[in-house]
């Protein structure tokens, strides 16, 4: 797949290759098709991917659940994408400036940001406390 092709252009790309195989004879079973789609995905969608394998039966992944799944996450990316987008253009917030005007900020807040850090140095702490009991319980 190339950076700048959507899910569904990688996908009939595939799908003639498999037909032209099919063509000369060559039968290749769903699981395998599936599996393959999978791992041709580029490293943008990885998440996805691991989503999907370790969600998913792979060899009882169907192909047309397979396609909606990356179809349905494209165009939920693709919206968030033109959201943020749409919300950085309202507030006028020129792109380039972010890190700046939060550099700028966090020497002005270093107090309220200190008291922000001390609290999530807590709720880590308790949330590992939490963790390791739900380990023993589950051992029990």
Same mark, same amino acid.
Request: with cysteine; charged share 40%.
């Given at each position: 797949?190339?950076?700048?092709?959507?899910?569904?252009?990688?996908?009939?790309?595939?799908?003639?290759?498999?037909?032209?195989?099919?063509?000369?004879?060559?039968?290749?079973?769903?699981?395998?098709?599936?599996?393959?789609?999978?791992?041709?995905?580029?490293?943008?969608?990885?998440?996805?991917? #691991?989503? !999907? %394998?370790?969600? =998913?039966?792979? *060899? @009882?992944?169907?192909? &047309?659940?397979?396609?909606?799944?990356?179809?349905?996450?494209?165009?939920?990316?693709?919206?968030?994408?033109?959201?943020?987008?749409?919300?950085?253009?309202?507030?006028?917030?020129? #792109?380039? !400036? %972010?890190?700046? =005007?939060?550099? *700028? @900020?966090?020497?002005? &807040?270093?107090?309220?940001?200190?008291?922000?850090?001390?609290?999530?140095?807590?709720?880590?702490?308790?949330?590992?406390?939490?963790?390791?009991?739900?380990?023993?319980?589950?051992?029990?």
């Amino acid at each position: 797949m190339n950076p700048d092709e959507d899910i569904k252009g990688m996908f009939d790309c595939c799908f003639t290759i498999f037909y032209q195989l099919k063509g000369f004879g060559e039968e290749i079973l769903e699981d395998k098709l599936v599996h393959k789609l999978i791992y041709l995905l580029p490293e943008s969608w990885e998440s996805k991917k #691991i989503a !999907i %394998i370790e969600a =998913k039966d792979l *060899k @009882k992944l169907k192909l &047309d659940e397979l396609i909606g799944s990356l179809l349905t996450y494209e165009l939920m990316s693709k919206r968030l994408i033109r959201e943020k987008g749409k919300k950085i253009k309202e507030q006028g917030i020129d #792109i380039n !400036i %972010i890190a700046l =005007k939060s550099s *700028k @900020k966090h020497q002005e &807040d270093s107090s309220e940001e200190g008291s922000e850090d001390e609290e999530m140095v807590y709720l880590f702490k308790n949330f590992a406390r939490f963790m390791k009991s739900e380990k023993e319980r589950s051992k029990h």
